[in-house]
């Protein structure tokens, strides 16, 4: 019987959303919530792109992120 670790796609959401809505929120769960964290490869990729703008001082919007994003194969 294969174990899978435990997940919800609804947490994970509801945490890239409010880093969204309050982008000066990331330094206070960087330090905790890693990439890997994250079930969806989707969702990994968006937190780590959000890292990756917090890391440069620049604000992890909504528009920052699609910039960031647009034409990247998930």
């Not at 809505?21 to 990729?45: G, K, Q, T």
Request: glycine residues 4%.
């Amino acid at each position: 019987m294969e174990r899978t670790i435990p997940y919800s796609i609804d947490t994970e959401c509801g945490a890239l959303g409010s880093l969204i809505i309050d982008p000066e929120a990331m330094p206070l769960v960087a330090d905790w919530l890693h990439p890997e964290d994250f079930y969806r490869d989707s969702y990994r990729l968006i937190y780590e792109s959000m890292m990756r703008l917090s890391m440069r001082h620049e604000t992890a919007n909504f528009i920052m992120l699609y910039d960031l994003l647009e034409g990247v194969d998930v």
